[in-house]
């Protein structure tokens, strides 16, 4: 059983050391006298922002639920939580994982549809649960905990002591935006993942890659190379840049921060038809068909609107298309010369010339 000296024994235990030390009769003057408690309870703060009336429980089978016969507790409108976990037996307490589901993100007042975990981490009473905590929790043992922390803090650039605190009342607020970069990604993910269980294994895979290709949150999201998350990854992109450029210092400009994030994940809409990015790319391709310059609408289907979405464009910016449109061709076959000489006409940055002509080259070739 794991013990650990309670700290109100300590007078105790000091004066009986000392009296072992001055008796000459002691038949062993290496007697060390210890009163020991067991943790009987954990409790910590829950925080996407504070998530109020969230499920928290020991998850004994590892299964990323709160099931009925395993401890489960409520946090209040505080985010807080206390888990009576004395009938975890030691051998359990190797394994099982902390985890929170469900209830209110008080900060943008919209339902938590995420998971958050944690170790559980040995003769510590406690455990407060955010993104990172996640991150460590999906790729650690609680044996390894501590070696991953350290690891983890230096990956993301934050102070390891912070990792287990109520991350919201730090004055250096670099943990609490690593916390929200995490949570933002698998937020915008999940949009476009109507399966659980392929919710846990892509919470999982990133955790992985981060610990053992080295990277931080905002290389991570390129680690994932499915199609189905290609523009996805454009509008955690977005978030990730705009949560890095933020100078928020004060708890109220935080609760504003993400706040403003919830407001434009809630306007991304998934239908049962197709993943996010099947349909931001018809609605896309929808406007290049209402485009009144012929030879632009069939120039960008030709070389594969989709390729030019994924290096060039975010999901929502017409911009681009805008400026295509004012091009002013009159071949129905335009060539590389005439179309580089429009594009720059139109103000299209050198980059994306140069990318239009090189996949206009790649496509020409495999036809």
């Keep these: 059983m794991k013990k650990f000296i309670n700290i109100k024994n300590i007078a105790i235990l000091t004066a009986a050391l000392l009296v072992t030390g001055c008796d000459n009769n002691s038949e062993d003057d290496n007697t060390i ?18 998530i109020a009336n969230a499920s928290v429980c020991l998850d004994i089978n590892n299964n990323d639920n709160c099931d009925s016969d395993e401890p489960t507790t409520i946090t209040n409108n505080q985010g807080v939580y206390s888990l009576d976990i004395k009938n975890i037996s030691e051998e359990a307490k190797k394994t099982v994982k902390v985890i929170a589901m469900g209830g209110i993100d008080t900060f943008s007042n919209k339902p938590f549809n995420n998971i958050l975990k944690s170790n559980l981490i040995t003769q510590e009473t406690n455990i407060n649960l955010n993104g990172v905590t996640t991150f460590i929790a999906e790729y650690s043992s609680n044996a390894n ?47 476009g993942i109507t399966n659980e269980a392929e919710k846990i294994q892509v919470r999982k895979t990133l955790a992985i890659n981060l610990f053992e290709q080295n990277l931080n949150t905002n290389s991570l999201v390129d680690s994932l190379t499915d199609d189905k998350f290609l523009i996805l990854k454009y509008k955690i992109k977005e ?23 919830e407001q434009r994940i809630s306007i991304i809409e998934v239908n049962e038809e197709g993943s996010i990015d099947n349909i931001l790319y018809q609605e896309n391709l929808d406007f290049i068909n209402t485009l009144q310059n012929t030879n632009v609408n069939l120039f960008l289907k030709r070389i594969g609107f989709r390729i030019i979405l994924e290096d060039v464009l ?30 720059r006409s139109v103000g299209l940055t050198d980059r994306e010339i140069k990318l239009i002509i090189r996949l206009n080259s790649v496509n020409n070739s495999n036809e």
């Design 33 to 50: 006298l210890e009163e020991v408690v067991t943790v009987n309870t954990i409790s910590g703060v829950i925080i996407d922002g504070y």
């Design 145 to 191: 905990y501590e070696e991953n922390k350290r690891k983890i803090s230096n990956l993301l650039n934050i102070n390891e002591k912070n990792i287990n605190t109520n991350i919201l009342t730090l004055e250096d607020k670099s943990m609490f935006k690593e916390s929200l970069k995490i949570q933002k990604m698998l937020d915008i993910l999940n949009l």
């Design 239 to 261: 978030e990730l840049d705009k949560i890095d450029k933020n100078n928020s210092s004060t708890f109220e400009e935080m609760v504003q921060l993400q706040q403003q994030i």
């Design 314 to 343: 975010f999901a929502s910016d017409k911009i681009f298309l805008e400026n295509l449109n004012m091009m002013n061709l009159t071949s129905d076959t335009p060539t590389i010369s005439e179309l580089e000489t429009e594009m």
